[in-house]
């Protein structure tokens, strides 16, 4: 075997090790989910795939790299905060390095993990300059400009979700801004817009059954629905679903377009479950996409699907431990 990481994928819920080889491929795999989200807890999962994924190889494991989510401090791996978690200046890389000393640990955002994971080892290769946005209960992101990923001044760059593209009449986002992009494009945007225009279908079973009255009991509904029916049904040809649909992309494709002007990408790669709709998705907003590209020269910009499904996060997150973390890829200051 080559060299070889132990990449981790922190989510919300569930917890991902997997012992990765520099040439990106994935070894063996070790999960779990997480119910007690406080930190001991899941730092209690972590270490349990991290060392079941350390059990799986007999070769020199260089690091462990963490991709979580929330804003994080590069060079202790704190969590500086995490809406997912409610964490506030959780010091998970020193906790983590407490129980594998051995090791060098690095903690980077889960998104940008996944960016460097996609540009490294997915469809990004070979790009200078990249973006992959990942659809799902959210929209996570990440920017690769002139070969490098951004990060920012305090590693905020990427923040594509949070970005507002309907401040009047948008959804409410979990970071409690209106319109961001990530509550009207993701898999929950598509929910909410299909939610928003039932009055104009009455006689539509897209949403059935009916829920208790009140936005709790709405947001229930819509985790038990899943984003992944409306989808569906919108590709059966069903009204409400494709009222909903063309209403998503439209948002999508706004969104895309700012992404555009914002970074002039070679690639943008969109991944998470809504992603799985293939061109029926791509053809829709493509088009949608060139109409409101202006400035940069349209249609140089190639929308297509992520390749690293689900492993992109453990496969980038394994990348920067490898090459030392992500602030490694840097260039060194310039002395003032
Ligand atoms: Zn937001």
């Known amino acids: 075997m080559s060299r070889a990481a132990i990449g981790v994928d922190l989510g919300g819920s569930h917890v991902m090790a997997a012992l990765v080889e520099d040439t990106g491929e994935i070894h063996a795999k070790f999960e779990r ?54 964490w506030q200046n959780v010091t998970l890389g020193a906790r983590v390095r407490d129980v ?14 996944a960016t460097l994971g996609e540009y490294v080892h997915g469809v990004g290769q070979g790009t200078q300059d990249f973006v992959l946005l990942t659809l799902g209960t959210g929209i996570g ?16 760059a990427g923040e594509i979700g949070h970005h507002t593209i309907r401040p009047d009449g948008g959804f409410i986002c979990g970071c409690g801004k209106i319109g961001c992009f ?15 225009i039932a009055p104009s279908f009455p006689r539509s079973g897209l949403l059935d059954p009916q829920p208790a009255k009140g936005p709790d009991d709405e947001r229930a509904w819509r985790d038990r629905l899943g984003s992944k029916k409306i989808r569906k049904a919108a590709q059966a040809g069903d009204g409400h679903a494709l009222a909903a649909w063309n209403a998503f992309c439209d948002d999508l494709a706004l969104g895309l377009s700012n992404v555009i002007a914002f970074v002039n990408p070679e690639i943008i790669a969109l991944g998470g479950g809504v992603s799985s709709a293939g061109d029926f998705l791509l053809d829709r907003v ?38 030392g973390g992500l602030i490694a890829q840097l260039p060194p200051a310039v002395p003032a």
């Open 141 to 156: 992101g990440g920017i690769v400009a002139n070969g490098v990923l951004a990060l920012g001044h305090q590693m905020g």
């Open 100 to 113: 594998f000393p051995k090791y060098e640990v690095f903690v980077g955002n889960d998104a940008r993990c």
């Open 33 to 86: 989910d997480i119910e007690d989200r406080t930190p001991n807890a899941v730092v209690g999962a972590l270490a349990d795939v991290v060392k079941s994924a350390i059990g799986a190889t007999k070769h020199d494991v260089v690091g462990i790299g963490i991709g979580s989510p929330g804003n994080i401090d590069p060079a202790s791996g704190t969590i500086r905060y995490s809406p997912n978690f409610g």
């Open 182 to 196: 990530e509550a009207q494009a993701s898999g929950t945007g598509l929910l909410r817009h299909a939610f928003r």
């Open 286 to 323: 493509k088009p949608l996409v060139e109409v409101r590209t202006t400035m940069v020269p349209r249609g140089t910009t190639r929308i297509v699907r992520a390749t690293l499904g689900n492993d992109a996060g453990a496969v980038g997150a394994a990348t920067a431990a490898m090459r």
